[in-house]
Structures are given as structure tokens and as C-alpha cells.
């Protein structure tokens, strides 16, 4: 068999793999958002079983063989191109899931899909002893995951890996503590300068039909195309890429708050931008897949919060705004908009958190999960301790578990090792904004003239085409010229807040 037929026939087999992942995918899509609650328990079967099928594609002995094969030959030579990247990746892909029984796959997934079900009802009835015994199973099942994988210093690296491949807890929590020790001290300022924004400007009515419209024009001017993809409503927003051309993003609305929706839709758009900027002819293969989630997060936050809470994006949108919400917006200037959107106050929900708080709400979750992995913290004592945590880094304590410990839907997903990928987007964010700003000539210019397609395609260039030929630590090498650093981050939020508070 020449290298050129073995690799052939490797990439046929992952795109099956890949063909039965966004069945998997469709099947979770509609779970979130359209499927009956009394179909739960068979959707568990189906998606179990389908995990189960995935898993035993994934280990196919004959997938070992090739890759085998391919280790050594021509192809494999250049590990960034197409085919070194898709021969290198797929190989450590292939020696970790070799390393897990089919049973504890199938496991994992029905723990996880019952764990979200429990979930559901545990916070809606605010009681958290009826998803108490679905978390100790799930901790249950990730420690034997761990063990299974192995690890060099922290059971915690082993998950991580799942979804910051290559990244080590202690790096993370490295550059972590680096930017609490900044920005503690930012938000003890703002809190200090006894300035409050306008707030109640958001608090209105706005009609949920204007909201969703208004959304949706938004997402299409950012890049976000709607022919490839669609919107939908759930509890817990997300996007799920169902296909090389099929990008599905979900979002919640509040008639008396605008950003829930709003941001969040610019959030998932973001997303969705990532994904349909993957290069189509190599769906379900490394050259065309996300690099991390972390990168994938950077994607959503950029669009999010770098440009979705910028001055000069609103400068283009807020006569928009004024036109869909004219009760609402009658009364309101921009720099007041502006500056609601903008405001700074520690709080209980993390996905309602501001820019200046939301990376201490993961740090939170992320020295939660590492204590329940090691077993210094028991499924028990955890509403406790996340109250004693958001005391300490926050300064406020939930009430209740549904504004507590029951607010993501993370660890009933048998998510664990998740948390820091959304604080590493925030960080890479900044850094790739700041370089992009550098090498546009200054992306206010073009955001204030609602022209977003330069920085799109700036993306698609540096961070979409490239797939995964980097590691996420290399492409912001590359990219940026430096390592990640917290600097940027920072830098941004101070030049944001320092006018609006007067600091
Ligand atoms: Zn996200």
C-alpha cells in the first residue's frame, strides 16, 4: 500500500467517524431546544449507544494500523501541513481514546445525558439534592477517566487535555492568578469611584419578536451567514456545528433585560463565525477542526465584547437599536447605552457577568472542579464552599443553589476540566484583537462604519484556515509574535473602564 492510498484511506474513515459525531451532534441540538421532556430517557439510549458505536470507530484497530504506516512516511514529514497535521493529530486522538473502555464511554454519556436531566429539575425546584448523586457518579466517572488516560502531575491535566489539548493545569493556573492579581484591584476601583452606570436603561420592555429580528441582523452584518445556519431558542445558549455547511446557534430571551439575548446571540455568532470559517473540504479532519475550545472561545468573545461592547460598534448600531426599540430607547444617548453595557458590579451568574468580573467567576469553578477531582472536596460540601468562594473572590454570596452551585449546566454534561477554556478565550481574545487592530490600521475606524468583513477575514486568515497545524499556545506564538500573556486583556479593560469610572 502506497503512503498515498493508506492515507486516503484514513481520512475516509475519520470523515465516517465524523459523519456519526454530527449525528451525535443533531441529537444533542434538539435535545436543547426542540425535544419533548418525556423523550429523555430514550434520547439517553440513543446517544449512548451512538458514543458507544463512535468510540469503537475511533479505536478500529485497522485506524492504528495506518497511522502506524503513516508515522514514518513522506506525508508525515512536514507536521503543519494538511496531511502531517491530520496524520499527527489524529494519531494522539487514536492513543487516548485506545486508553478508555468502550463501557466507561457509554457510561460517561448516560450519566452525563440523565446528569443534564436531573439538572434541569434541580434548578428549576432549587434543590440541590436531586442532582447531588448524579454529580458524585459523574466525579466518579472522571477520576476513573483520568486514571485511564494518565497524567504527569494532576489527575485535572487529564481532562484538561479533553479540551485544551496540550495545555497543563499549572500553566493555566499560572497565568490565571497572574490576572487576578490585576484585576481584584481594577474592580475594588470601579467599585470604589461611587460611580453607577445607567443601568435601568436595560431593564425595560423590549418585545421579544424585536429582540430575536434585531439579533439576527446583527449576527448577519458581523458575518455570521445564515444560509449555512440558523437560530434557535434554549435554556443554556450554545452552537453546535451540525455539518461542513449546517452551524446551529441557540439563545434565551428576557423581555426586561436586553443583553441576555443580544450578547448572547453576538456570542454564539461568534462561534458560529469559527465554524463556518473551518475549510469546508476538510470537515471531520484536523485541518478543518477547531484547535481548542479555548480558541474557540476567543472567537465568541471577540465578537462578543471586543467589538459587541465597543463605543464604535454602537456608533454604527444604535440608530438600529433606536428603530427596533423605540419605547425602550427613546429617552437614551448613546454615551448612556454605552455605558450600561458597560457596567461593572460582582454578581451571582457567571454567564451574566460582566467583563471585568466574569474570568473571577471561573477561577471559582476552576479551583472547584480540581478539589472535587482529587477528592479534597465532597459532592456534598460543594454548595458550601462555591458559597465561601464567591464571598472571597467576589465579595457576594447566592442565596440559593439555583443562583449558586446549580447555575451551569457543565458538570451534569460530565463536563469537568471546561471552566478555564472560557477565561484562556478572554486572554486570547485580547491578544489577537490587539494584533489585528495592529495590522488593520486601527479596527475602530471600520467597526464605527459597520464594515466587519476586514477583521473576518483577518480571522479566516490567521486563526479559521489554519485548522489544528498549531497547538493553541504556537498559533498565539505565530499570530501575535508572543506568548500568551495577560497583558493584553488587562490592557483593554483599563483603557475601557478607566473613562467610564473616572480612575
Ligand atoms: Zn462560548
Known amino acids: 500500500m502506497t503512503p498515498t492510498d493508506a492515507f486516503e484511506e484514513l481520512c475516509h474513515q475519520a470523515r465516517e467517524i465524523a459523519l456519526l459525531e454530527s449525528i451525535g451532534e443533531l441529537l444533542g441540538w434538539d435535545e436543547r431546544t426542540y425535544m419533548p421532556p418525556a423523550a429523555g430517557e430514550y434520547r439517553a439510549e440513543q446517544m449512548a449507544f451512538l458514543s458507544g458505536l463512535i468510540h469503537q470507530r475511533r479505536t478500529d484497530p485497522r485506524l492504528g494500523a495506518l497511522l502506524e504506516e503513516l508515522a514514518a512516511s513522506p506525508l508525515a514529514q512536514d507536521p503543519h501541513s494538511d496531511e ?18 468502550r463501557s466507561l464511554v457509554e457510561e460517561l454519556t448516560r450519566a452525563s445525558v440523565l446528569g443534564q436531566q436531573a439538572w434541569v429539575q434541580a434548578r428549576q425546584d432549587n434543590d440541590y439534592r436531586l442532582f447531588a448523586p448524579h454529580a458524585e457518579k459523574i466525579f466518579h466517572l472522571k477520576r476513573q477517566q483520568a486514571a485511564c488516560l494518565g497524567y504527569a502531575d494532576h489527575p485535572y491535566d487529564a481532562l484538561l487535555d479533553d479540551y485544551e489539548p496540550a495545555a497543563r493545569t499549572a500553566e493555566v493556573a499560572k497565568v490565571l492568578d497572574a490576572l487576578r492579581q490585576e484585576l481584584v484591584p481594577l474592580v475594588g476601583a470601579i467599585m470604589q469611584s461611587g460611580r453607577t452606570a445607567p443601568v435601568g436603561i436595560l431593564q425595560r420592555e423590549y418585545p421579544l419578536a424585536a429582540q430575536e429580528a434585531f439579533g439576527k441582523t446583527a449576527a448577519a452584518a458581523i458575518g455570521f451567514d445564515f444560509t449555512r445556519g440558523r437560530l434557535d431558542t434554549t435554556h443554556h445558549p450554545f452552537c453546535a456545528g451540525l455539518g461542513p455547511r449546517d452551524c446551529r446557534i441557540t439563545t434565551r430571551y428576557d423581555e426586561r433585560f436586553f443583553n441576555t439575548a443580544f450578547f448572547g446571540i453576538l456570542h454564539e455568532a461568534g462561534h458560529g463565525i469559527y465554524d463556518q470559517g473551518l475549510r469546508p473540504q476538510w470537515y471531520g479532519l484536523p485541518p478543518g477542526q477547531a484547535v481548542s475550545l479555548g480558541i474557540h472561545e476567543s472567537q465568541s468573545r471577540l465578537w462578543e465584547n471586543l467589538v459587541g461592547r465597543s463605543r464604535a460598534f454602537w456608533q454604527h448600531f444604535f440608530p438600529q437599536l433606536a428603530g427596533a426599540f423605540p419605547a425602550a430607547v427613546a429617552d437614551v ?46 459532592v456534598g460540601d460543594l454548595p458550601a464552599a462555591w458559597r465561601e468562594k464567591y464571598g472571597e473572590y467576589l465579595g457576594v454570596e447566592p442565596h440559593d443553589d439555583a443562583d449558586g452551585v446549580l447555575q451551569d449546566i457543565h458538570w451534569s454534561a460530565g463536563l469537568v476540566g471546561y471552566f478555564p477554556t472560557y477565561a484562556l478565550g478572554n486572554l486570547y481574545a485580547a491578544q489577537f484583537f490587539e494584533q489585528a487592530d495592529r495590522d488593520l490600521g486601527g479596527l475602530d475606524r471600520l467597526i464605527a462604519r459597520g464594515e466587519f468583513n476586514p477583521l473576518v477575514e483577518w480571522l479566516r486568515k490567521h486563526i479559521h484556515h489554519p485548522g489544528q497545524r498549531y497547538t493553541a499556545a504556537e498559533l498565539v506564538e505565530r499570530v501575535t509574535g508572543r506568548p500568551l500573556s495577560h497583558d493584553p486583556l488587562m490592557n483593554h479593560l483599563k483603557r475601557k473602564f478607566a473613562p467610564l469610572y473616572g480612575l
Open 84 to 101: 502531517g497535521t491530520t496524520i499527527r493529530e489524529l494519531r494522539r486522538q487514536y492513543d487516548k481514546q485506545v486508553k478508555l473502555p
Open 333 to 378: 444617548t448613546l454615551d448612556a447605552f454605552y455605558w450600561a453595557i458597560n457596567h461593572v458590579a460582582p454578581s451571582l451568574i457567571r454567564v451574566e457577568a460582566d467583563e471585568a468580573t466574569y474570568n473571577l467567576h471561573i477561577v471559582v469553578r476552576f479551583e472547584l472542579e480540581q478539589a472535587l477531582l482529587k477528592g479534597d472536596l465532597a
